[in-house]
C-alpha cells in the first residue's frame, strides 16, 4: 500500500519520518514511504522552513540588487558561461579580500552585478564564492513554488559542492551531485530543474484529479515523488483500479499502466459465466498519453460502453 494523505508535502518540507516498507505489486518488490508524526520531524520540518525563508530572502536580495539580468536561450547557456560565473564569484572574494585602497580602485571592475535567466532558472553569485540557482516551478502555466541549490568551491580550480538546498529530501539530489556535479556543471544544474519540474507536474496532477472527481474516487494513495500512483474508482457497474508507475523521476507520463474493472454482483448475474477482472486497454492507452486529469475525463466518457461491451459479451482480461 502507497503512503497515503501527502497534502502537506506541497511545500517540499518533510513533515514525518520516513519509514521503508517492502510491498509487492506486479511481483516487483518496492520500498515505498509510510509516515508517521514525531516530534523529531517537525523539528527538522523547522529548521527546513528556516533554511527556505533565508535562501528566498537572500534571493530576493541579489536580484533587487542586480544591474542587469541576462536571458539566455539554447547555446548561449554553456559551460563556458558557468565557468565565467565561477570565475566571477571567486574574482569578487579576492577583492573583498584587498587592503581598503586596492578594493576601491578594483572595484570599477565590479560595478555590474549580473543574474541569468535560463529558462525557469535564475543564476546569480552569492557572496563567499557561492552560485545560487533558483528553480521556478509552474504547472498548467501557472506559477508554483520555486526551489534554491546553493553551489560552492573553495578555489576556481576546484569542484563545485552543493551546500545546501531546498529541494524535497526524496528527491535524488544526492546522486545527481555524485554522478554529474564535478564532470558536468551544467547538465547537474538542468537536471536538478527537470526532477523538481516533473515532480510538481506529478504531484499537481494527482491534486486535480483530487480536486475535480475527489467524490468518484474511492482511494488514493502515492508515494512521496508520486513516481508510484494507485486509486480505486466506484462506479456503480464495478470498481476501477488504476495503478501508475514511472520509471524515472524526470517523466510526467507513466510508464507502466495498469486499468482493470471488477465487476459487481449486477454484473456476475447478467453474464453467462461470472467475468474475471477486465484490462481497460483504452484506459491504459488514454493515461499513457494525456495528463491524468486529461485521461480521468476520457475513461470516464467512455467507460460504460466499454464495460457492457467486456462484461456482458464474457469478455476478460
Known amino acids: 500500500m502507497l503512503s497515503r494523505g501527502m497534502e502537506n508535502w506541497q511545500s517540499g518540507f518533510p513533515v514525518a519520518n520516513p519509514i521503508m516498507l517492502n510491498v509487492d505489486i506486479d511481483n516487483d518488490y518496492m520500498l515505498l514511504f509510510d509516515l508517521l508524526a514525531s516530534p523529531e520531524t517537525y523539528g ?17 536580495a541579489a536580484r533587487a540588487s542586480q544591474t542587469q539580468e541576462i536571458c539566455l536561450d539554447g547555446d548561449q547557456w554553456n559551460d563556458g558561461l558557468l565557468a565565467t560565473i565561477r570565475e566571477r564569484v571567486h574574482m569578487e572574494v579576492e577583492r573583498r579580500a584587498m587592503p581598503g585602497d586596492a578594493n576601491v580602485l578594483a572595484d570599477s571592475d565590479f560595478q555590474e552585478k549580473i543574474t541569468y535567466k ?71 544544474i538542468d537536471h536538478v530543474g527537470e526532477l523538481l519540474q516533473a515532480y ?39 470498481k476501477i483500479t488504476v495503478c501508475l508507475r514511472y520509471a524515472d523521476l524526470v517523466l510526467v507520463l507513466p510508464t507502466r499502466v495498469k486499468v482493470l474493472a471488477w465487476p459487481t454482483s449486477q ?35 467512455n467507460l460504460p460502453q466499454a464495460l457492457r461491451q467486456m462484461f456482458q459479451h464474457g469478455g476478460s482480461c
Open 267 to 301: 454484473f456476475k448475474k447478467d453474464s453467462i459465466s461470472a467475468p474475471s477482472p477486465a484490462r481497460l486497454s483504452y484506459a491504459e492507452d488514454a493515461l499513457r498519453n494525456m495528463s491524468l486529469p486529461e485521461a480521468y475525463a476520457e475513461i470516464v466518457l
Open 118 to 188: 535560463v529558462g525557469s532558472k535564475v543564476i546569480c553569485c552569492l557572496e563567499g564564492a557561492r552560485i545560487g540557482i533558483q528553480y521556478e516551478t509552474s504547472f498548467a502555466g501557472e506559477p508554483c513554488e520555486p526551489y534554491h541549490c546553493v553551489l560552492e568551491s573553495k578555489s576556481f580550480l576546484e569542484k563545485m559542492t552543493v551546500l545546501e538546498h531546498t529541494i524535497p529530501f526524496f528527491l535524488p539530489i544526492r546522486e545527481a551531485e555524485n554522478d554529474l556535479l564535478s564532470s558536468n556543471a551544467m547538465r547537474f
Open 44 to 60: 527538522k520540518r523547522d529548521s527546513d522552513k528556516l533554511i527556505f525563508e533565508r535562501l528566498q530572502k537572500e534571493f530576493e
Open 200 to 238: 510538481v507536474d506529478r504531484r499537481e496532477q494527482v491534486r486535480l484529479i483530487k480536486e475535480l472527481y475527489g467524490n468518484q474516487i474511492g482511494e488514493l494513495y502515492h508515494s512521496l515523488p508520486y513516481h508510484m500512483i494507485e486509486f480505486v474508482v466506484d462506479d456503480s457497474d464495478c
